[in-house]
């Protein structure tokens, strides 16, 4: 299954290549990826997509635990959670298109960033399954370019994870 | 305060932390530290005569003695010669200190004279690692070496020095900390009660138990609390290659290694076990064999200071997370408080019936019940370990390479305590016999030293014999010679047909007599049975010579037992050519 995990983790030299190395030392696969520094510039916030099953999460989690770096590891998806992904997309608008990805950015709720002649740069924000509807639902007009940032997350209500 | 230099305070940590050895090559990168050790250290410096030697013998000091190793290696080429053996470490949780140096910051990333990326390649064999980015940051930072190599699980820590961060001339007050407290790394302090509890009961409770223990016991000091758990329920014990000397190895209460070339009566009680206490212990593949056939019937209690170990193959039904030391001082307390409530536990009816099976398994495939190997013209190579076993008393420090001497010599050399029994048993590292056994000699000069070796192995680090000469450590190397590589050949024969593909050198072996006696030192050949003996205490009466025994031996015996697989179950064993299970 999906997981979401999240970790603080010191903000030093090689933090980050040891999360990313124990993964192909260990073979798991990162979907997405995402870290930046937080409020307290010693540590920063990392959050992971992978799909694995249960038992696997289980080593793995532990292991992450167990780099030195890691400070503080949460599972989001074993709770209420929200996560957020945001895409950047340039898409070609002329002619009847121009209208068309106007009105599906609309239904989206995407704004259109950037305009020009020939282009439309759209940011969308959301669930990663609803930014992979908007580009399914883009099929018919000419996609350019897409950036996402990968998925960030927090735990619903009182639960924090902090130091 | 002081005002030191970088190199300096480097010298002046290594003396405040109590090292006792530093084991190293110097260079470029590191002539700054080398100076500074040789105008005022008090820790002795053992020049080695390759980099991967330099860690074997901190890590045989560290298995030996129980604290860290220190290795000090120049960049590039210093760095990745180390890198075979901190991951030798890294797999034995063995802590060690790894200082590298590295070229002037300034120069880092330019592709410069002797540069690599040592934290890069060594990621993956480290607990963890430093980059040293200002020469104040020192102190600081090798204090938080030590603390992690020699906590929790214990593992090899890599400190990456820039040669500017050590110039001679910038100084900085120094002040050594006397202990280091890290947010991100608290090694779990005790086991959890509640399982401690349910664990006792379980293990009360249980008709067939057996106890097996890995090498988390020695490196946790817990192999007398171990013993003294075993003894006061009289519950059978097993041990991993790594765990050897946890539990005395001539005790009648233990059944001798287990795994793949594990003892018969080893694998089969726990094959039939109903509980099995593992303690400081990871089944690993070569224990389990087919982890799906793994025990059947076992309940499994699993005590590990690392929580990534349990639960990683064979999943615990009671884990418990801690030192094993503390764990098992409460699991004994708790065994304690549930055997006075109830004197009728463990039940002792089906206990005697538990044990009469594994005597008859014991007396049908024992090693030590009968002879378990051929008839021969030649020295057989069981022969060579029963006769050290004989002249050293069963007492000395034994390191070994890898292949079938180091199986035959976990077999048969039955260690009575820990930290006897030194060997690469994770990495299974080429080479690494010698140059631990120099390491466990410095550590332990009044002990006797013995490397059991074979020609395959012996000629990957052979020139440390001369560090042995500069060094005056008169190791005894113990040369399984059969002109193969022995495990290879073994497994050519079983699986290959006997196509012994680049497994023999025959013609091409030195003469190890006059190798030796070029370094300095004594050498002996034994091609006949009725000289082995004689040779053998010749050896070790010879006290200040290193001496290598050169042994012939039958090369056609295979080590058995051995585990039958693809599928096979812990019971599944090859228990002679022709014989199994």
């Known amino acids: ?163 | 305060m002081e005002l030191l230099s970088g190199g300096e305070m480097i010298a002046r940590a290594l003396e405040d932390e109590g090292v006792e050895y530093i084991f190293g090559y110097p260079g470029g990168a590191v002539l700054h530290i080398y100076d500074a050790l040789f105008k005022d250290c008090k820790v002795p410096h053992v020049l080695v005569r390759h980099e991967q030697a330099a860690t074997h013998a901190a890590d045989g000091y560290a298995r030996a003695t129980g604290k860290p190793g220190v290795v000090l290696v120049t960049s590039g080429p210093g760095a990745t010669n180390a890198v075979t053996g901190i991951a030798t470490a890294y797999m034995d949780s063995i802590p060690m200190v790894v200082l590298s140096g590295q070229v002037q910051s300034h120069l880092i990333g330019e592709d410069a004279f002797q540069e690599t990326d040592m934290i890069g390649i060594s990621r993956p064999i480290v607990k963890h690692s430093f980059m040293v980015k200002r020469s104040e940051d020192l102190p600081l930072i090798i204090k938080k070496a030590f603390h992690i190599a020699s906590s929790g699980r214990p593992g090899p820590v890599v400190i990456d020095i820039p040669k500017d961060v050590t110039r001679p001339d910038e100084t900085y007050e120094y002040r050594y900390p006397k202990s280091v407290k890290m947010r991100s790394y608290s090694p779990a302090q005790r086991g959890h009660t509640g399982q401690i509890k349910k664990a006792a009961k379980l293990l009360l409770a249980a008709k067939r138990p057996v106890i097996y223990s890995g090498g988390g016991v020695i490196l946790g000091e817990a192999s007398e609390l171990l013993t003294q758990l075993a003894r006061k329920l009289n519950y059978p014990v097993t041990n991993t290659l790594m765990g050897l000397g946890g539990y005395p190895g001539s005790d009648r209460q233990f059944l001798g290694m287990l795994g793949m070339h594990g003892f018969y009566e080893a694998n089969m009680a726990m094959h039939h076990s109903d509980c099995i206490l593992a303690v400081g212990a990871r089944f690993d593949d070569r224990v389990t064999n087919t982890v799906s056939k793994f025990c059947p019937s076992a309940k499994v209690i699993h005590i590990d200071v690392d929580p990534a170990s349990i639960s990683k193959t064979v999943i615990a039904d009671i884990p418990i997370v801690g030192p094993v030391q503390s764990v098992l001082t409460e699991l004994l307390s708790q065994i304690d408080l549930l055997t006075e409530k109830d004197a009728g536990v463990p039940d002792q009816a089906a206990l005697k019936r538990w044990w009469d099976q594994i005597d008859e398994w014991r007396d049908a495939h024992g090693l030590f019940t009968g002879r378990r190997y051929a008839e021969s013209d030649m020295i057989m190579p069981q022969q060579v370990i029963e006769s050290l076993y004989r002249v050293t008393g069963g007492d000395a420090y034994v390191t070994s390479d890898v292949g079938q001497h180091q199986m035959f010599a976990a077999q048969y050399y039955r260690f009575d305590k820990p930290r006897r029994w030194i060997n690469s048993g994770g990495l299974g590292t080429m080479g690494f016999g010698l140059p631990a056994a120099i390491g466990v000699k410095l550590a332990f000069p009044d002990q006797e030293v013995a490397c059991v070796t074979g020609e395959g192995s012996i000629q990957m680090n052979i020139q440390e014999l001369s560090t042995c000469t500069q060094y005056n450590t008169p190791v005894k190397i113990i040369n399984l010679r059969n002109n193969y590589l022995g495990m290879v050949k073994q497994w050519q024969d079983m699986q290959y047909e006997g196509r012994y593909a680049m497994s023999t050198y025959e013609d091409s072996l030195p003469d190890f007599i006059k190798l030796v006696e070029a370094y300095g030192h004594v050498g002996i050949q034994v091609k006949k049975l009725a000289d082995l003996d004689g040779a053998m205490e010749n050896a070790f009466a010879m006290k200040d010579r290193l001496v290598f025994l050169d042994i012939f031996i039958d090369p056609m015996e295979h080590v058995y037992p051995m585990h039958i697989a693809p599928n096979g179950s812990m019971k599944d064993m090859w228990l002679s050519k022709n014989e199994r299970t």
């Open chain 1, 1 to 163: 299954m999906r997981r979401i995990i999240s970790m603080l983790m010191e903000n030093e030299p090689g933090a980050l290549s040891r999360v990313v190395g124990l993964f192909s030392q260990r073979g798991y696969n990162i979907d997405t990826l995402n870290v930046a520094p937080t409020d307290d510039p010693t540590l920063s916030r990392l959050t992971l997509t992978t799909v694995e099953n249960d038992l696997r999460i289980e080593q793995l989690t532990k292991q992450l635990n167990k780099l030195v770096d890691v400070v503080k590891l949460a599972d989001l998806t074993e709770g209420a959670h929200i996560e957020r992904d945001l895409m950047l997309i340039k898409v070609r608008a002329t002619g009847v298109a121009r209208e068309e990805v106007k009105r599906t950015t609309d239904i989206f709720r995407g704004q259109i960033v950037d305009v020009g002649p020939t282009v439309y740069t759209i940011q969308l924000v959301g669930t990663s399954d609803k930014l992979d509807s908007f580009v399914a639902a883009m099929a018919g007009a000419e996609i350019l370019e897409v950036v996402r940032s990968g998925v960030a997350g927090i735990s619903r209500g009182e639960k924090v994870l902090s130091l």
